[in-house]
């Protein structure tokens, strides 16, 4: 038995209206197997080889899906301050936000006396995510999350901004996201309506709690005269195997240099397993460094350097350290450091705050590790259906690539459990689908529907079982 699939879409540019994925279908299976028979009708054999083509045109979800999203979101909470006095506001999950007097302007930069209504929404699980249409993906990487804020003010009706010179101070429920490689993230809405999110740090032009002097130092290496850049570079060889299948990629890596000057907790971006491999080998092995100090004391560091390999260079392996991006990690006073040139913002670890120069939302995410190479998994869909992955270890959501017929996701490490989360609007009536699924090298997936009111499908996304 032989079983064909085949996704088709037409190429026909000029025209907005596509046609139908299953009437593409069968013509293209038509016109392509019985070709040959009207080509050579005397043949005894006849073979028919048919490829398939991934178009991927690109297919927005429609206002009824979008609606039926957004009606299933849970109200914000809301808080009224004013303006012209310090506040400070706690959430219902323990967020608080710090709000400095006349911190608040409208879109025409002119400040605000009158009360102001502070809009905020508390994220700290799975459901969470879900119930607020969130993933936790970076530069299509996919994410874990420590949770998500989002925070809103209005006066009048009107949304207002941050003063160019005020900044707040953000108050996470949870503590030292730091010492587990989480760092803050900001997101900011796409052209989709989506968010992406990015690192927020170099945007912000307000620095609050800056600690001057010399309090602290980052941490140093040398061994035999060699820095750390020509350590590296000497130390680090083009694998063989690399080399024979002419392989290139570009790895962020971050580690610890804990107290005693020793590496651990390394971390790379993705890439390729042998280039993977070839780092941590050679960070684990390297000389002790001199540990960073804080207030005369070792401290633990996170140091973070790109590795690029490119065979047809001459120079085949270069290595760019980022002195500018370190943070310093005091684990008996609890206290966070963040390098940025000659000043360091301190934040206390026991309730991680981040002083932020922007409203809207904020978390704290680290990259999952990539284990081996990435499964393609295709669900087939329309325009009314959002598909979401859920992966089993917390507080990740995976997006795919939404296109016509079908959603693609190829962000995750083959043998990664999941659930498959989709949701469905049409016709006044609304339908949900959650499958498990371990994943292949290859996975296509037809979904199974249940017809479901709102509130039951809001049931069912809180007490999903990852």
Known sequence: MAVLLLFAACNNQPHPQKPEPDTVIKDTVALNIMRPFYEKPQAEKIYVRIKTKDDGHPCQRNSIIKGLLAAMAPPPQHF????????????????????????????????????????????????????????AMVNGHAMQSKGMVFIKATAHGQELQLKSNKAISIQFPFNNPARNGYQLYYARADTGGGLTWAYPATAQPAVANTITGKPFSRPGFSFHGLELKDY???????????????????????????????????????????????????????PAWQPATYMGKPVSAIVHV???????????????????????????????????????????????????????????QRRLPNAGPVADVIVPDDAGTDVKLVLANGNTVVSGDNCLGYSRFRTLPVNTHVLIVATRAEAGKSYYAIQPLQLKEQNIVALVWHRADKEHIEQRLKHLHV
């Open 306 to 364: 790109v590795v690029d390999y490119n065979i047809r260079r001459n120079n085949q392996v270069v290595i760019e350290p980022d002195p500018e991006q370190v943070a310093l990690v005091d684990n008996t006073t609890g206290d966070y450091l963040v390098y940025n040139g000659s000043e360091t913002q301190k934040i206390h670890l026991q309730s991680t705050c981040a002083v932020i120069g922007q409203l809207g939302w904020y978390s704290f």
């Open 80 to 135: 009224i301050v004013n303006p012209s006095r310090p506040a400070e506001i706690c959430g219902a999950q323990g967020t608080k936000l710090l709000l400095p007097p006349h911190c608040f302007v409208n879109k025409a930069g002119a400040g605000v006396n009158d009360s102001v209504i502070v809009e905020m929404r508390e994220c700290f699980n799975t459901a969470d995510m879900l119930a607020n249409n969130l993933t």
């Open 232 to 286: 590296l570079a000497q130390a680090l060889i083009y694998p063989d195997e690399a080399r024979r299948n002419e392989l290139s990629a570009r790895v962020d890596v971050s580690f610890f240099v804990n107290d005693k000057g020793l590496i651990t907790g390394i971390t790379t971006g993705e890439a390729y397993k042998v280039f993977r491999s070839n780092i941590t080998e050679v960070l684990q092995n390297m």
